[in-house]
């Protein structure tokens, strides 16, 4: 230490690579909105318009789901059927590599395809991924065609965008897409006995290239291709269909051929009006404020076409820019209140300076370790560096203050320098170890809670151990200047004044320290109950997006047009709102993305404007709404915010709090028992808005082959299942024109699909080349089906969601215990949704606390050599964790994972005081000083720098426990804990601590 402390150009050059260092790791650190989550879990969705939940779940699900099911190591496959769309969701266990998991996925999944109907194409999702959804933009068609509105996003647009560094797919909604279309009538085809599949064979042997090898000449390879391509409307209605001799039948003599827009089953507008919606994925590494700027750049040079407005409904790099905001300002005026702190106690400028001068040094030290370990800078870790920011000096200050009460007893510089570090070393080491240790559990931690929290312990580690090298190094080096013009203690009255009445307060329990004990023991077990009776429980706090999505579920079978119908109504008044800047609404999904909602389901985002410029809060503003369109009856909606629900699908599979699953083998009796625990749910005290999807059937029609009229009519199979198909559309081939592939659809007319008598009307085509009716070989009825068809593991399932409030726990086993009474043998319910993994993020924890304490145990025994002395240390513990629950009791913040990283951070923070005490303690009785002299001796010394570290950590938290600003809603639980917990761990670590010590070394001297 001396050898450090005479060499200060050695601090000096520390210091500048300590800055460059910093500045270099903050400028290249990729920011995005949350840590980089590779969850082992996958969805397959796929599309297949028009088709029925029941034949989703036949000619979909079923071979998907039977692949995914073979594949070794699947936790859990869980499956959704509806109409026109099929999800799969395939979990592997916590810790199984994604890339590994998701090739054996994709390697099933190809197994799979061979067995799905014709065009009809999976993707692959990875849950991760929905986080990557960075940025979305909508072209508002005013004056434009929606076709060609489409066009130039997906030919102007999208090859800029998809180019962009950064960026890895675009997808694109809305407009309408060309399309060639046949539309046949029934009666030419009876007229020229013309069929279906010779319409089809037709444009199929009409579109085609073909290749007749090379030919040799002038000593070159001409290669031969044969050009069979349909390139317009005209060419097409030439088509032979039929050639019988010299009168050819043409396709425009038996279907209208025209120019039109592909059919679609969903809707999407903005602001009102139609629009082609373009949402931007970027890559899992990618840094999402550097993509968003560029994105920003491409826009803003693009030239839109007349008719066309661009706006901008979700972008995360805003939300990240405000929350990065709110970080730098609770940084700034958590460091100047630790700064008045430090000059209050200290009275030196260039000692306060120095002190307060490690924080940006740590912090910078820290940025260092973070890049080295591969972290990024996003909430989580920007919540790290806040919550660290207090407990930064609290080393600095233990040395500068040592090194002063050497001062003040007349020391010189070099060795009231040299004696004040060395005393202290190893205790802030300790110190410093003991909070970091606790942190180790959260690697253990699996599930989200894991992937989120894993990298806010590792940032407070890596920057507290940044703190303890700033301390033991640059402080003693350049401490010599700072203590230089001391002359004599500094005069604090209310310094004094407290140090008087601890003494009193001190003399009084150390006379009945069992007591206080058992009396906090009792306290803190009726601030659990009371903290279970009035506090809410939540997985994640909610963070203000800036941004509503409302979801909106109508009756089953409720038509596109009518559910569109409502999302304009609700749509028009959000515009009406003054907090709204825009909107974008879509109904049902659109083929190839990752959007699973039928007909009669939406959702409608909200831009809202910034948090500042807006006079409520987002919690207000969803409340107001969810009371106002409580009023519209015959739907169902539901609120949340976009990046918010993005997380909860990902992390639970159902975007809800709490959710009761029945699992049995028949479909019919599965649905009657949904029925029976909707009404169960429903009379449970503490449960509202019951959402049962299984209560409404959907209407079908069943149009089934008759095999002996087929047979007597020469009607094959094939014929039969086209000739239905065609009623939505069969597209036999497509063509490239101007760059722009075009589909060709064949279908019968609309007026076909609009009455029962029209459909039993449907020519087919008998052996003798006559046509019979549809009727005549297919029994034609009306019936119902289950607007969804949901497995797990293969095996059928309902899902029923709610909204609950009060203590979830006793209410969810409530549910659980009258469910079951209900069930039959064979049949088994269970909860689920964010509510399992709540309990199972809380069991972990539990495990992670106790695991913490022992780790904690075992350091101070290493250190002080012995057993009995660090249990006098470990007593701060619990006692922390009064004050800890009376600060989440007075300002109602939710019991949630942020909360329970803070009741870690404790165990390891609230040591801290007591370990450099009862280290004070051990120094004097081994100068030879009587134990009660010695341990009020040590108190009396250890006042000033106790008061110093607990004052500087609480203030510097203060701003973040406070401030309601975008970002802050995840650090302010933990913020509340920490605070709560070492303000009054601090006022007892001076009384109990010293009472617990001298009650065991008596005991042990007896």
């Excluded at 009396?519 to 009776?533: Q, S, T, Y």
Aim: aromatic share 8%; charged share 20%; proline share 6%.
């Amino acid at each position: 230490m001396a050898w450090w402390v005479k060499r200060p150009v050695l601090s000096l050059i520390l210091l500048l690579f300590i800055v460059f260092g910093g500045i270099f790791s903050y400028i290249s650190f990729p920011v995005n909105i949350f840590p980089r989550l590779s969850f082992p879990v996958f969805n397959i969705i796929t599309h297949y318009p028009g088709v029925s939940p029941r034949n989703m779940e036949l000619m979909v699900t079923n071979p998907i789901e039977s692949a995914m099911l073979s594949i070794q190591g699947v936790r859990r496959v869980s499956s959704s059927s509806a109409e026109g769309f099929s999800q799969i969701t395939v979990e592997f266990g916590w810790g199984t590599s994604h890339q590994e998991a998701r090739a054996l996925v994709l390697t099933a999944l190809s197994k799979a395809e061979h067995q799905l109907p014709g065009g009809v194409k999976p993707v692959l999702e990875d849950i991760g991924s929905a986080m990557q959804e960075m940025m979305g933009i909508s072209l508002i068609i005013h004056g434009i065609s929606p076709q060609k509105a489409r066009i130039f996003a997906e030919k102007s647009l999208v090859p800029g965008l998809q180019a962009l560094k950064g960026v890895a797919r675009i997808s694109v909604i809305g407009g309408q897409e060309p399309a060639f279309m046949v539309e046949m009538e029934p009666q030419a085809m009876a007229r020229y006995c013309t069929s279906l599949q010779g319409i089809l064979g037709a444009v199929r042997d009409n579109n085609l290239l073909s290749n007749g090898g090379f030919m040799e000449r002038f000593h070159r390879d001409f290669f031969i291709r044969g050009i069979n391509l349909t390139s317009s409307i005209k060419e097409l209605r030439h088509i032979i269909v039929k050639n019988p001799g010299h009168n050819p039948v043409t396709l425009s003599m038996v279907a209208q051929v025209y120019e039109g827009t592909e059919p679609k089953r969903y809707v999407a507008r903005a602001d009102g009006r139609d629009a082609v919606i373009l949402t931007i994925i970027k890559q899992r590494r990618a840094s999402t404020l550097a993509v968003s700027r560029r994105v920003r750049a491409f826009l803003k040079k693009a030239s839109l076409p007349p008719g066309l407005e661009m706006k901008t409904w979700y972008d995360q790099a805003e939300l990240i820019g405000m929350a990065a905001h709110t970080v730098r300002t609770n940084l700034l005026i958590g460091g100047l209140m630790a700064a008045l702190v430090l000059f209050y106690f200290l009275r030196n400028l260039m000692a306060t300076l120095l002190v307060f001068v490690s924080i940006p040094l740590s912090m910078m030290l820290a940025l260092i370790f973070m890049k080295w370990w591969g972290l990024s800078l996003n909430l989580m870790t920007l919540n790290g560096l806040t919550v660290a920011l207090g407990m930064l000096v609290d080393n600095a200050i233990v040395v500068m203050e040592n090194i002063f009460q050497h001062r003040e007893h007349g020391e010189e510089i070099s060795a009231s320098v040299v004696q004040g570090t060395r005393e202290m070393v190893i205790p802030i080491l300790t110190s410093t170890l003991t909070t970091v240790i606790v942190f180790l559990p959260l690697a253990f931690f699996h599930g989200p809670a894991g992937l989120f929290f894993r990298p806010f312990g590792m940032t407070v580690a890596l920057t507290l151990m940044a703190s303890f090298v700033i301390a033991s190094t640059l402080v003693p080096g350049l401490a010599p200047r700072a203590i230089k013009e001391m002359k004599e203690p500094p005069s604090l009255p209310l310094l004094r004044r407290f140090m008087k009445l601890n003494a009193k307060a001190l003399s009084k329990t150390m006379r009945h320290p069992g007591k206080i004990l058992a009396g906090a023991f009792v306290a803190l077990l009726i601030l659990l109950g009371g903290l279970a009776l009035l506090n809410s429980f939540a997985f994640l706090p909610p963070v203000d997006e800036g941004a509503m999505l409302i979801s909106l579920v109508m009756p089953p079978g409720t038509s596109l047009r009518e559910t569109a119908q409502m999302g304009e109504r609700v749509e028009g008044m959000l515009r009406k709102d003054p907090n709204v800047t825009t909107t974008y609404l879509r109904i049902g999904s659109a083929e190839g993305t990752f959007q699973v909602e039928p007909a009669n389901e939406g959702e409608i985002v909200a831009k809202l404007k910034p948090q500042g410029k807006r006079k409520a809060r987002i919690e207000e503003i969803i409340d107001r709404w969810r009371r106002r369109l409580a009023k519209i009856k015959g739907v169902l909606f539901f609120i949340n915010q976009p990046t918010s629900e993005k997380m909860e699908e990902s992390f639970s599979g159902l975007p809800a709090l709490f959710g009761l699953t029945i699992m049995g083998p028949k479909e019919d009796k599965l649905l009657d028992l949904a029925n029976k625990a909707e009404q169960l749910m429903s009379q449970t005290p503490g449960i509202t808005g019951v959402n049962n999807p299984y209560k409404i059937k959907v209407p079908e029609i069943n149009i089934t082959l008759r095999r002996d009229k087929a047979s007597f009519y020469g009607v094959d199979g094939k014929s039969f299942s086209q000739t239905v198909e065609a009623l939505y559309g069969i597209v036999p081939a497509r063509l490239t024109k101007e760059q722009v592939t075009i589909p060709i659809w064949v279908r019968y007319p609309p007026e076909f699909r609009r009455t029962l008598g029209a459909i039993e009307n449907l020519p087919l085509v008998k052996k003798d080349g006559t046509m019979v009716p549809l009727s005549t070989i297919a029994r034609i009825q009306e019936g119902e089906a289950p607007p969804m068809i949901t497995h797990i593991n293969g095996t059928r399932q309902v899902t029923l969601t709610a909204d609950v409030g009060g203590n979830i726990f006793s209410t969810a086993r409530k549910v659980e215990q009258r469910v079951k009474r209900i069930l039959p043998r064979g049949y088994r319910a269970m909860v689920i949704g964010q509510y399992r993994d709540l309990v199972n993020t809380g069991l972990v924890f539990l495990i992670s606390l106790i695991a913490a304490v022992i780790l904690v145990y075992l350091i101070l025994v290493v250190q002080f050599q012995e057993t009995k002395i660090p249990i006098v240390i470990m007593a701060t513990v619990p006692l922390s964790f009064i004050g800890a629950l009376v600060g989440l009791l007075v300002t109602r913040e939710s019991v949630d994972v942020s909360a329970m990283v803070g009741v870690l951070m404790l165990v390891g923070t609230v040591v801290n005081n007591a370990i450099v005490l009862v280290d004070t303690v051990k120094r004097y009785k081994e100068a030879g000083m009587e134990l009660t002299m010695a341990l009020q001796e040590a108190t009396r010394s250890r006042t000033r720098p106790i008061l110093m570290t607990t004052l500087t950590t609480v203030l510097a938290l203060l701003p973040a426990a406070i401030n309601h600003g975008p970002g802050s809603e995840i650090q302010r639980p933990l913020a509340v804990v920490v605070i709560g917990g070492l303000f009054l761990s601090t006022l007892l670590t001076l009384n109990v601590v010293p009472a617990f010590y001298y009650m065991l070394s008596k005991g042990k001297k007896g």
